[in-house]
Nanobody, 122 residues
C-alpha cells in the first residue's frame, strides 16, 4: 500500500525557515520521483520542487529557486524540503506526491499525501 505522510509544517515569521518531511512506504523510493506541491486558499495547486529517487536530479519552480532545497534519503524512505527566507506568499498547504518522472505537473503524480500547513506571518 503506497503511503506518503507529510510533517514539519507550522507557523513561522517572514525570513524564517522550516524543513518539511515526506515519509514514504509501500514502494521503492529509488524507482520514483517525489514532488512537493502547494495550494493556497483560492488558488490552484502549484508545483514547488521535484527530485528523482534514482539519480537525484531536481527541478524547482522559479518562485522558490535559491530559497528551497529538496533532498532525498533513500535509506529512510524520506524526502525533505528545506525552506529558507520564507515569505508570506509561501503560505499554503504543502503536499508531497509520487510519480514516475521529474516534473511539476500535478496530473503526472498518482499518489499523494494529505498535506501539512505552512503559515508565514508576523
Amino acid at each position: 500500500q503506497v503511503q506518503l505522510v507529510e510533517s514539519g509544517g507550522g507557523l513561522v515569521q517572514p525570513g524564517g525557515s522550516l524543513r518539511l518531511s515526506c515519509a514514504t512506504s509501500g514502494f521503492t523510493l529509488a524507482y520514483y520521483a517525489i514532488a512537493w506541491f502547494r495550494q493556497a486558499p483560492g488558488k490552484e495547486r502549484e508545483g514547488v520542487s521535484c527530485i528523482s529517487g534514482n539519480d537525484g536530479r531536481t527541478v524547482y519552480a522559479d518562485s522558490v529557486k535559491g530559497r528551497f532545497t529538496i533532498s532525498s534519503d533513500n535509506s529512510k524512505n524520506t524526502v525533505y524540503l528545506q525552506m529558507n527566507s520564507l515569505k508570506p506568499e509561501d503560505t499554503a498547504v504543502y503536499y508531497c506526491a509520487a510519480g514516475s518522472i521529474v516534473a511539476l505537473y500535478a496530473p503526472l503524480f498518482g499518489s499523494w499525501g494529505r498535506g501539512t500547513q505552512v503559515t508565514v506571518s508576523s
